[in-house]
């Protein structure tokens, strides 16, 4: 089960991004996703963007830390730094 907090954090991004998509005449889901995947490429750090592709993909927290071995904790620090950052790069 995805705690509440992360959940919210995630509810939040998504509907700036809905916002965002609704507001701009020339901007669509696949320009989205196109910037999204982009800036996960690009913008993040080699291990934010590990982290990333991997909870894109349905990974745990427990998974991942396993996977990278590093700790939860550690991934989860990784997790929301990435979704500050693109927050950042992709809304305002």
């Not at 509810?11 to 998509?21: A, H, V």
């Not at 490429?41 to 590093?70: C, P, W």
């Amino acid at each position: 089960m995805v705690p509440r907090k992360e959940m919210e954090n995630t509810e939040i991004l998504i509907g700036k991004l809905l916002l965002r998509l609704y507001a701009s005449e020339n901007l669509s889901i696949d320009k989205l996703r196109h910037d999204l995947r982009w800036h996960i490429d690009n913008s993040l750090s080699t291990r934010q963007e590990q982290v990333m592709k991997y909870f894109l993909n349905g990974k745990k927290e427990r998974e991942i830390a396993h996977i990278l071995g590093i700790t939860q904790q550690v991934v989860n620090i990784y997790k929301q730094r990435a979704i500050k950052k693109l927050n950042k790069l992709l809304i305002d």
